[in-house]
């Protein structure tokens, strides 16, 4: 058996049902491969979109993710969506063909290459194909971006056949974690505030539990939106996003529990939405996160489920529950009204700007309408701009498989691939792509992999005829903006060229053939260009450019 089939079949006996990409020469036997043992192969239109949709479709399938690409170029194409992966910890495998002959046309130094943008690098050796193998996936199974470097000639050479079965690899026994110092902080708390981030995402019961166990109320950094829908002392995204209710609950906390969470600049608004009197707290797997963007009082190293079990553990054995779950708490049926009537952005109150001589419709009022039409069972994947505090706040989601915000790089561009890889994942839900009109352009040409798919797909452009953000940034100092502003284009009449249905917005009543379209098969994607209106920069811009 060559190394190429070895691979396929390995990779398909340690789960693998999907993969997305571009064929060429250098990956071509290997992507056969894995279709022969039984995996859908998804062929997208470049490989920066193949690496989005393979990124998209692991965050919404919670599996990992394989991406296929040529040797040389297709690696390189596919860097900046590679790059995003590698920062949100994405479980991906790349499958990288190597020309490992420097003079080749096609030579790179693929593990420098990896080395620079986050992911880790292994390479399958002749005698070894099924081993190393395993161990990428697995490596990416426990969170990490993987390239997986195929020499050509190893490829093509033969060794042992491989049919199974998939090794059993023991456990590593857990070390208990050490929650003492954490259940006393939480003993004395009246105010506590758990922020979950990325690394919780699978912990929701655990969290929950632990949360009415001592009175605490809930958030999440953007990369977890939905982790906690539902839950009647949910506050949603905490940072830049937060609403004023949220902000100002969690700037009274005496105590803040970071949970898989690093507390970034943008959770924590720099550093300034976290009181300085509260007890901060930081519980994540990785000891080298303590620690990296703010000072924390006390570190818990430990699985984020594993240590809110020992918790819960610690306070049902003789306990009478912390302090904070008592009446000195702040789980009150007036903060409970509060957070209900004020927990989300659309209960805040604002000025409409749309409509007048710009026939524009305010980006606020088309998200709280879309909001309303679209099912609740969706998925919505946001791509970067200005616009994109709207989707991600006034769209609900059903939980955290229903959010995707690809926001790691800060790339724009990535939303539309991400959203397809997102309605593979997840084909009984709603697919809504929310992007601005400059991703859109960059990335349009997936929407022939979109009709290819005839996935239930909605794409909303947030059109402001500009890179809104360059706009708001440079334009109060009197920058000439020529290079960031752009006539107005008809993007629904591209869309409606690639096989898509098009349909222009600039008021409310203009969404009645999205109606329609959702009562219809959804057999062709839908593509909103919502001409938006943008006197000024969205209300998190101001906030996000104080970090620049």
């Known amino acids: 058996m060559r190394v190429a089939e070895v691979v396929g079949r390995v990779l398909y006996g340690h789960g693998a049902r999907h993969v997305f990409g571009v064929v060429g020469s250098g990956n071509f036997h290997v992507t056969n491969a894995l279709v022969a043992a039984g995996a859908r192969f998804v062929a997208a239109a470049h490989e920066g979109g193949a690496a989005s949709m393979a990124d998209g479709y692991a965050r919404t399938a919670g599996t990992v993710g394989l991406l ?40 790179i130094d693929l593990p420098a290459l990896a080395a620079a943008v986050g ?78 981030g990325r690394g919780a995402r699978s912990a929701r019961e655990p969290l929950t539990r632990l949360a009415d166990a001592c009175g605490a109320l809930l958030a999440v950094s953007a990369a977890a939106k939905g982790l906690f829908a539902g839950n009647p002392w ?45 007890v901060v707290v930081q519980v994540d797997h990785d000891p080298a996160a ?11 190293a430990g699985e984020v489920s594993t240590v809110a079990e020992a918790l ?3 306070l049902s054995v003789g306990s009478t529950g912390p302090a904070g779950a008592g009446t000195g708490g702040w789980r009150t049926p007036e903060l409970a009204q ?20 710009s026939a524009t419709i305010d980006p606020r009022t088309l998200s709280t309408a879309l909001d309303d039409l679209l099912p609740a069972d969706r998925t919505v994947v946001v791509d970067s701009g200005n616009f994109m505090g709207y989707p991600s706040m006034w769209l609900d989601v059903p939980d955290v498989a229903g959010f995707c915000f690809t ?65 708001h940034h440079f334009g109060p100092d009197g920058h000439p903006l020529e290079a960031v502003t752009f006539p107005e284009t008809d993007l629904a009449a591209i869309a409606s060229g690639y096989g898509c249905d098009g349909l222009t917005v600039r008021t409310v009543d203009d969404l009645e053939p999205v109606r329609h379209w959702l009562a219809g098969p959804r057999t062709r994607p839908l593509v909103i260009d919502a001409k938006v209106s943008a006197a000024r920069g969205s209300w998190w811009l101001e906030e996000a450019f104080r970090g620049h």
């Open 68 to 107: 296929s690409v040529h040797q040389g170029p297709g690696v390189t194409n596919a860097l900046t969506g590679l790059t995003e992966a590698a920062k949100s910890r994405t479980p991906m495998v790349v499958l990288a063909p190597e020309a490992t002959a420097p003079l080749s046309n096609f030579f």
């Open 119 to 196: 992911a880790d690098f292994h390479r399958v050796r002749v005698t070894h194909a099924a081993e190393d193998t395993g161990r990428a996936y697995r490596a990416a199974a426990r969170g990490a971006t993987v390239v997986l470097g195929l020499p050509l000639e190893v490829q093509q050479a033969v060794t042992e056949p491989w049919s199974g079965p998939v090794p059993t690899v023991a456990p590593t026994p857990a070390t208990a974690p050490q929650v003492e110092p954490l259940l006393a902080a939480l003993h004395a708390a009246r105010r506590p505030v758990f922020i979950a």
């Open 290 to 300: 303590f620690g990296v963007n703010r000072p924390v009082d006390l570190t818990v």
């Open 338 to 357: 509060r957070i209900r009537d004020h927990g989300r952005w659309r209960s805040v109150p604002y000025q409409d700007e749309g409509g007048g001589a």
């Open 234 to 278: 949910n506050l949603d995204v905490a940072g830049g996003f937060a609403t004023p209710l949220t902000a100002e609950l969690i700037g009274t906390a005496d105590l803040v529990v970071a949970w898989g969470s690093t507390l970034n600049m943008w959770t924590t608004r720099h550093g300034e939405l976290i009181p300085p009197s509260a």
């Open 312 to 314: 819960l553990a610690r």
């Open 407 to 471: 926001q790691a790089f800060q790339s724009v561009g990535l939303g539309l691939a991400s959203a397809l890889g997102a309605a593979v994942a997840r084909p009984d839900r709603l697919t809504v792509a929310a992007v601005g009109d400059g991703g859109f352009v960059m990335s349009a040409t997936e929407l022939v992999t979109a009709v290819r798919l005839a996935l239930p797909l909605l794409v909303v452009i947030y059109d402001d005829a500009a890179y809104g953000a360059e706009v």
